[in-house]
């Protein structure tokens, strides 16, 4: 066959259609907006009775609950198929990895299914959030002490 | 008997493809092709059956389409010699768990979505051997169990990329018969050789077969002596519309115009209104549009002689994730329309 | 005016994670799990504070949002604590986060089933 790996990567690349990316990004932008907006709405509304750093957790707990929700009857997979990282980079995003992925498992048992795969598209995110913390007090320690 | 030249069986006396069926989901009931299916499933999850996994479902929409085949043909279970079946899943779950229902001799296949031409092959060869009077060739796939093995939970929130191609819930069976029954006629088959051309996107499959199919094509074209404009029409697997465009690309330059070609994953979706991005794939996407479309075509007289290439991309998760390129196959059928007696 | 850069913010956080996904090869877990440790840096190097301050759910509720979060927890942790700090700060910051996400998760698993895309 006239054909090597070289050239077919840019007959390839050649052919790929382009994401729509002015479209893509304008509903990233509007829906994520629009999450945080609703979140800073209700910081706002927490913080009416409780101390700012209260008010952040309540407000994100909130936000996970809704996302969670969504999930159950598909409305966040739906509006995630136009939203891209509007939905994707918001923490409800994350809510809706775990959720989705513990509905998803449930055939396989609450242990074996549900247990073992409840963090499986967010668990990188918590290891790795987890590990840059430590290097960041690991560091801070000894800036500390030298400083 | 047959005649082997190069990779091709040539059958001179045609094995006859007696009976076929095609099931489809919803959203296949809903294409082009959904007038054509022999049963539209309205609930994919069979869930009023007590069916509670969409594995399940799959071995249950497989064994519908097997049952469909053999009333349309008139044989019971009892009297079929052998099946040849696959599916994605796993260790090919679903089929093994629909013969385990049907109780026929069983020959599980993995071609990823060339399976239904793999399948057709060898029951041919097997038919025209003498070894099995009635064979089956069966092959299914379910959107939801294939997206939940191979990519994220249904209920997770993504994007799609616009080379991505959609797997069907669909299903096909054909029952093969030696050369003398009526049907649709198999007049020679071509094993693909794997090709792999260093693709590593798992969301631009028709990319990674295309030079299997491309490859299977020039060596059935060598085998047979023929080109493009000898069939009625060179219908290819699930190449989708960016694996169809690098195939045109792709046999102009090895001398052949390709324009009399179709490809099952757009036959099966409307592209504009479905949805589906590249379009349609999987195992059940070829097997559905060649029972619900290529061959009534065949049988009703409005085509003489196809090709039929269905392509499968072979990597698994872990092959995937270990950073290896896709390397893709590609089996090539060629089809004739039943002749005096024989036609269908 | 705080409600507008909420908006802004939040929504440009988002676009830039649409760019990296049209634009570049990574996949949407490895932009996510950058997002985290990129808001732990920015957090860090002390550009991430005053952007909460400004922007409020803007920049708290991108994932940015969660790393920062974490890095505050850790500096807090380790100047209460010393070194141990180190380990129980980030964890214990997005205690309510994980652990809300895992109990509503279990409360959708219980309610919901896996749902066909038609």
């Known amino acids: 066959m006239k054909l090597d790996p070289q050239s077919y990567a840019r007959m390839v690349r050649r052919a790929a259609p382009p994401s729509a990316l002015g479209r893509d990004c304008a ?7 629009c999450i945080c907006l ?3 709405a209700m910081r706002r509304a927490y913080a009416l009775r409780f101390a700012p750093d209260l008010a952040g957790t309540l407000t994100s707990i909130t936000l996970i609950g809704l996302a969670a929700a969504a999930t159950v009857p598909g409305w966040y997979q739906k509006l995630a198929a136009r939203a891209g990282a509007g939905t994707l980079v918001p923490s409800t995003g994350f809510a809706n990895s775990v959720a989705s992925a513990a509905i998803e498992f449930k055939a396989e048992g609450w242990v074996t299914g549900v247990g073992a795969h409840i963090f499986q598209i967010a668990g990188p995110v918590i290891a790795y959030g987890t590990l840059a913390s430590w290097v960041w007090g690991l560091l801070y320690w000894a800036m500390s002490r030298g400083g | 008997m047959s005649i082997r ?6 059958f001179p006396d045609p094995p006859a493809i007696a009976a076929w069926a095609a099931v489809g989901g919803k959203k296949e009931g809903e294409g082009p092709l959904g007038a054509a299916l022999d049963e539209r499933l309205a609930d994919a999850s069979f869930a009023a059956e007590g069916c509670t996994s969409w594995e399940d479902a799959e071995s249950r929409l497989q064994q519908r389409c097997i049952r469909r085949c053999l009333r349309k043909a008139g044989v019971t279970a009892r009297q ?20 385990r229902a049907m109780g026929v001799p069983f020959a599980g296949l993995y071609g990823a979505c060339s399976t239904m031409a793999e399948a ?30 191979f990519r994220t939970p249904l209920n997770y929130g993504g994007k799609r990329t616009p080379t991505a191609q959609w797997t069907a819930t669909a299903a096909g069976a054909c029952l093969v018969r030696p050369a003398g029954a009526p049907g649709v006629g198999v007049a020679s088959v071509t094993f693909g050789r794997v090709q792999d051309y260093a693709v590593r996107d798992i969301n631009n499959m028709g990319a990674a077969m295309m030079p299997a199919a491309a490859g299977t094509l020039l060596a059935c074209f060598g085998a047979l002596r023929a080109a493009p404009q000898d069939f009625d029409a060179v219908i290819t697997g699930d190449l989708g519309a960016v694996g169809s465009e690098l195939l045109y690309a792709q046999l ?13 994953g757009c036959l099966l979706y409307d592209r504009d209104e479905q949805h589906v991005k590249a379009g349609g794939s999987g195992a059940g996407c070829s097997a559905a549009a060649l029972c619900a479309y290529i061959l009534p075509q065949l049988a ?16 698994s998760q872990a092959t995937f994730l270990q950073g290896q390129s896709i390397p893709g196959i590609a089996h090539a059928v060629e089809l004739i329309a039943p002749t005096g007696e024989g036609r269908a | 005016m705080n409600y507008l850069w909420a908006f802004l913010v939040g929504g440009a956080l988002c676009l830039a994670g649409q760019l990296l996904i049209d634009l570049t090869p990574l996949t949407p877990a490895r932009i996510l799990t950058g997002y985290v440790a990129a808001g732990v840096v920015l957090s ?4 991430y504070g005053p952007l909460a301050d400004w922007a409020g759910a803007g920049a708290s509720v991108p994932l940015l949002g969660f790393g920062h979060l974490l890095a505050k927890g850790v500096q807090q942790a380790v100047d209460e604590q010393g070194l141990v700090g180190a380990f129980t700060g980030g964890l214990t910051a997005a205690a309510g986060g994980v652990a809300a996400s895992l109990v509503f998760a279990i409360l959708a698993a219980l309610l919901g089933r896996s749902k066909d895309q038609n």
């Not at chain 1, 990233?28 to 907006?33: K, L, N, Q, S």
């Open chain 1, 27 to 33: 509903w990233a932008f509007a829906v994520g907006g």
């Open chain 1, 38 to 40: 609703l979140g800073e």
């Open chain 2, 5 to 10: 030249r190069r990779d091709t069986l040539l």
């Open chain 2, 80 to 99: 079929v010699e052998l099946a040849f079946a696959g599916d994605l899943q796993a260790q090919c779950t679903a089929s093994a768990y629909a013969m």
């Open chain 2, 120 to 149: 057709l092959a060898l029951a041919a060869a097997f038919a025209a051997a003498g070894y099995s009077e009635r064979t089956l060739a069966v092959t299914s796939s379910h959107f939801c169990a294939a997206e939940r093995q």
């Open chain 2, 252 to 264: 102009r330059k090895e001398g052949f115009s390709l324009d009399n070609h179709l490809d099952c």
């Open chain 2, 300 to 315: 009703a007289g409005r085509w003489r002689r196809v090709l039929f290439v269905a392509t499968g991309a072979l990597m």
């Open chain 3, 44 to 47: 860090a190097v002390g550009l």
